[in-house]
Each structure stands twice: as C-alpha cells, then as structure tokens.
C-alpha cells in the first residue's frame, strides 16, 4: 500500500461495549481498540499516531497533533509492527526510507521540491 490521501479512510480503531456479570448486576462497559497508523503533517513530519475518539463532544482527534487546535493531516499510511517508513540517524538528523528512494510523498502532498 501507498499514503493515502484519503484521511477520513484511515482507521481510527473500534469502540467495544464489554458486559460483565457482578454481583448478579450485568454491568457494560465500553473501551477503545486502537489501530496505529502513520501519519504525514503539513510540515513534512512522519509521526505514528492513533484517534482518540471523543467523550463528551462530537469532535476527535489524531493523537499528536494538538490538543486544543487539532491539525488535519495530509496523509496517512498503515501501520505495522517492526515496520517504519524510515530510519533516522540522530547525528546528522538524516532520514533514510527503506524503499531505498526516498520519501513516496512530499512532492504531491506537501507541495515541496524533492
């Protein structure tokens, strides 16, 4: 798979409703599966993110990116264990993409020059 530009394609995981027996009361109950992706951002950053669904509003976010002022990402891709987009040397802040090319995105999504 490539980025997507598609966000409202991207998983945002699922909400549970768990019911339990206690004390001879059914109680239920309801928790969150989150399902990680990557994420690309207006200023070229690749971060691995999740949503957070909302509690009390109808507004959730993509964890982060901002709390008060979310940011819309511009692409998004899947996440898998053990793999990531690239590597990054901490020396020379040089990022290497494991296909080898470089990044798959910039160009078409953030409107930079490669």
Do not use: Q
């Amino acid at each position: 798979m490539s980025w997507s530009t598609d966000i409202s394609a991207a998983p945002r995981g699922k909400r549970v409703k768990t019911s339990k027996m206690v004390n001879g009361k059914n109680h239920t109950s309801t928790s969150t599966e989150r399902e990680h992706v990557w994420l690309a951002t207006k200023d070229g950053a690749v971060i691995l993110s999740y949503w957070i669904w909302p509690k009390d509003s109808d507004r959730g976010r993509w964890i982060m990116l901002g709390a008060t002022e979310p940011e819309k990402p511009l692409a998004w891709y899947p996440f898998t264990e053990g793999e990531f987009p690239f590597t990054v040397d901490p020396e020379n802040n040089v990022r290497t993409y494991l296909n080898g090319k470089g990044p798959e995105f910039p160009a078409m999504i953030l409107g930079v020059s490669a």
